[in-house]
């Protein structure tokens, strides 16, 4: 199979935030921009994606007391500790990708 190199333009400050988030999945920029092309592909659709710009946006303390409210809910039903590494990293990138999407 021969590839393909694909490039695009995006903001600084994006490709940094978004690149932080990327790493914290456990994968690379280029495992998920080969997962887009190959879902679109595959699927013969191109997903749309928007970020509601008003949105109100917390303080690290009110983040806080979100996150842990989340925790302890979550522990009563599956629970941190029985968590995989995979899982416990696709949380912390998920709180993060909304914490990303409220400064947009």
Do not use: C
Request: avoid cysteine; charge should be negative; proline fraction near 2%.
């Amino acid at each position: 199979m021969s590839t393909a190199i694909v490039s695009g333009r995006v903001d600084s400050d994006v490709k940094d935030r978004a690149g932080a988030y990327i790493l914290a999945a456990g994968l690379t920029v280029g495992e998920v921009i080969n997962d887009l092309w190959t879902y679109i592909a595959q699927t013969k659709s191109v997903p749309r994606f928007s970020v509601e710009s008003d949105t109100e946006t917390t303080d690290a303390f009110e983040q806080f007391m979100l996150i842990r409210e989340q925790m302890q809910v979550q522990n009563t039903e599956s629970g941190v500790p029985e968590m995989t590494n995979s899982e416990l990293k696709e949380y912390l990138a998920n709180e993060k990708l909304k914490e990303y999407e409220a400064l947009l």
